[in-house]
């Protein structure tokens, strides 16, 4: 059988070595710009009014990115180095700091505590999960949200306490008046927004903006008389989104620290 006049070309080591340089100052690149659509996310929000589900998604999704060409710095790296291509490798672990660093920036906005808190996919937090405390001005109000404030029962229930088995009724040993009194000075100093004081019924309404994107949620808080003291109940519930990285139970947990001091 004759052998054909033609036969593949060889890549040579250099020409392998320029490939893999070419694709690091590339990636070099992406990284830069995905670093860069990280930080312009929440400032679209803060100053041009971007809507917060839009800009946290196109943020979570730029993290994402970022992690995934940081991954291909890493396999890029390792094949320089096995070649001892000193020009790719180095860029390769330029790739790798860029592309971890939008990952860095998300932990660090929304919180390390509630960036490893539990994927539950839920968005309303209660500390009295049997009878939750109920919205009154919150229901009448013309704020568009996207999830409702009816209570979602023993699922939510059930999928709250797997998440967050420590949210629980909070005990003063103040009386009612004083109680309510102390919780509406707080709602203050915690930065959030008063909408309803009943103190007959020992209902207070809320709601607080979270500080990067702006995501509303509202907050009721119940004050009932307990023996000497008070039982006070707190539930938090995010206006969009079915789940919250762990916002609300953050709040509930912030509140009642403050509640005790």
Known sequence: MDKPDWTFAEVSTPQRGKKITLITRIGI????????????APLTRMYLDFPSLVTFRIFNIAALIGLGLAALGLLLTLIAAFMRVAP???RGLVMIL????????????IGPERFFAPRTPIHDISTDTTTPPLFIKAYTSDAPRRNSLDYGGDEIANQQLAA???????????????????VVQMI???????????LNDGIIEA?????????????????????????????????????????NAARIRKFTRALNE
């Open 207 to 247: 709601y607080d903006t979270t500080r990067v994107f702006g995501f509303i949620d509202d907050v009721v808080i119940r004050v009932q008389a307990q023996d000497t003291g008070s039982l006070i109940d707190i539930r938090s519930v995010s206006r969009v989104g079915r789940g919250d990285a762990g916002q």
């Open 88 to 90: 790719a490798w180095k």
């Open 98 to 109: 860029i592309g971890v660093l939008p990952l860095g920036t998300v932990i660090m906005t």
């Open 164 to 182: 967050y088995p420590d949210i629980k009724p909070i005990l003063s040993k103040l009386g009612p008046n004083l109680a309510s009194n102390k």
């Open 29 to 40: 690149v992406l990284a830069l710009i995905d670093i860069t659509v990280v930080a312009a």
């Open 188 to 198: 203050s100093d915690l930065g959030w927004e008063l909408t309803n004081v009943d």
